[in-house]
């Protein structure tokens, strides 16, 4: 029986560890040391959509700073009653419901799940190549693709983010997190 309980706290530990953010998220080769199976992941969307691995692990860096279970803010009635969230955005590329049934739909991955890295990886290469195909967005630009993921394409398309100095400025963040990042892949992939 003793056995059996460490056996279970060893279980429950590795998965309750493999769970968490990498450290280190400003380094692709140490995220990429920490989570073993995302380099997989990540290759395979590249393959399938053609968006470089430095503009998916920037996305998701921004989005959800690889926070499998991350949620917008909550709102509040009187500053004080919870009122639910700002949106249904959730997991690693803090999608909201509408844009991810949109997915699921048409790539026909209905077990698909947001807080799954695989899945997320994926997402973001259908979604950028479609922004790709419809906006004439180019794959390595993490920038505009940004501007596209975060507005929806047909926001970008207006120029919704024109006049929005504080998002013109994470799509910097987002362009220069691409930019580190496909540096250091080049020493550890």
Not at 16 to 25: A, L, N
Not at 32 to 42: M, N, V, Y
Not at 152 to 162: D, I, L
């Amino acid at each position: 029986m003793r056995i059996f309980a460490l056996l279970l706290v060893f279980i429950l530990g590795s998965c309750v560890s493999s769970s968490r953010p990498p450290v280190h998220q400003t380094n692709a080769c140490s995220v990429l040391d920490q989570k073993r199976g995302w380099l997989k992941d990540l290759r395979r969307s590249e393959a399938t959509w053609g968006v470089p691995i430095h503009v998916q692990m920037a996305t998701i860096w921004k989005e959800s700073n690889y926070n499998r279970r991350a949620k917008t803010p909550k709102k509040y009635f009187l500053w004080v009653i919870p009122n639910g969230r700002v949106s249904s955005a959730y997991g690693y590329g803090q999608v909201i419901d509408g844009t991810w049934d949109w997915y699921r739909d048409e790539t026909g991955n209905r077990r698909a799940n947001r807080a799954d890295f695989g899945d997320v990886t994926d997402f973001i290469g259908w979604y950028m190549d479609l922004s790709n195909r419809r906006l004439g967005i180019a794959k390595n630009d993490a920038y505009n693709q940004y501007l596209a993921y975060h507005q929806g394409q047909t926001g970008y398309s207006r120029g919704s983010y024109a006049n929005k100095a504080w998002l013109l400025g994470v799509a910097s963040e987002v362009q220069a997190m691409a930019n580190r990042y496909e540096v250091q892949l080049r020493s550890c992939t």
